[in-house]
């Protein structure tokens, strides 16, 4: 059983920062790739920032320059510092892992967070 648990959310004002992370838990043997997604009311979830077991890492055009993912391979963590937050980035964040392998799914499955609420303030 594999799981993922963020926390971190909360209320900040525009131009704040915040921090996610989100751990993976059960016995895992490997994940190619980790993200986050946000979902705002009304809209389609999307991606925000993703990060593959190498390191390399991919934005969406709304964050560059102010989001940052980051992974612990050892510890299993994703995270996501978020700075000069602004009120469109108000949504739920979801923790999403690719390709989890475990000895009961070699082949490896997909699995997502229960969310996170970011609330950015004008």
């Known amino acids: 059983q594999v799981q993922l648990v963020e926390s971190g959310g909360g209320l900040v004002q525009a131009g704040g920062s915040l921090g996610l992370s989100c751990a993976a838990r059960g016995s895992i043997l490997s994940m190619k790739a980790m993200a986050w997604y946000r979902q705002a009311p009304g809209k389609q979830r999307e991606l925000v920032a993703g990060?593959?077991?190498?390191?390399?890492?991919n934005y969406a055009d709304s964050v560059k320059g102010r989001f940052t993912i980051s992974r612990d391979n050892a510890k299993k963590m994703v995270y996501l510092k978020m700075n000069a937050l602004q009120p469109e980035d108000t949504a739920v964040y979801y923790c999403n892992a690719v390709g989890v392998r475990t000895w009961g799914n070699i082949g490896g499955n997909d699995y997502w967070g229960q969310g996170t609420q970011v609330t950015v303030s004008s």
């Open positions: 990060i593959i077991s190498g390191g390399s890492t």
